[in-house]
């Protein structure tokens, strides 16, 4: 969130925004952005995770909206000007979070996940319906079992055809059903890769003097 010349300034570093590095040369020790190459001695990947994304059918599917980042935020924000009923994909952590703040905020939230309860990688199921409870109370309601399988526009909105049959009005749908790690470029340049390219409980990667960290590695053995 910092702004980045102060950020260059506070870490005596150069910070390059909106530059993407297209291929590492670890043999040389170097990597790409596009045409340029850079020289570096140790190197830290930290590039994240895309949002996964289902297929579905229908004519409506540019208007489901994953959130992985503030610009995916902004998107889903300004589609959801002036709307009321949001449909949320994914009841883990972050389908919950938004469960409980778009309630809060005013909108009418109904919550789609192919799962018996919510958090189910987190909570025991007691936490779990305690959990369901509160964000019903809040005015969220759920639909726990069935997923999304067609997304069609109607005069009024949009509306959501669930496996199972069932029928949801909806003016916009977030999805928050998970992410792949990016691995292709450190695949690309042959570091070992699983989920995630893979690292040792230091955070080393397959090659030496290349590391990794966050939403882009997968500890060897732990995950
Ligand atoms: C709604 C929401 C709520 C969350 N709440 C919490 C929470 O409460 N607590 C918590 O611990 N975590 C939370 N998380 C998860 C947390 O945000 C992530 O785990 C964390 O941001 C991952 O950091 P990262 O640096 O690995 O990836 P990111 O923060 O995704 O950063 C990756 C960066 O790499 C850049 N990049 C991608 N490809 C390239 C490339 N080829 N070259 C150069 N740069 C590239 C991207 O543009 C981006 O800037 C939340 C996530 C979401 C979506």
Redesign the pocket.
Known sequence: MAEPGAMAEQLKAEVRTH????GIDPGHKRLWIGEESVIYRDLIL????ETVRVPIEGDAADCVFP???LEDYARFRAAAAGKQRVLLLGAG??GC??ANDLSLGGYEVQLVAPCEQVMPTLLHPAAAAAVQAGLESLGARFHLGPVLTRLQRVADGLEAHLSDGQVIPCDVVVSAIGLRP?ID?AAAAGLQVNRGVVVDRHLKTSHANIYA????AEVDGLN
Do not use: K, Q, Y
């Open positions: 530059t993407r590095i297209s930290a590039w994240g995770a959130i992985n980042d952590l972050i979070e938004f990016r470029l960290l966050g939403d882009c």
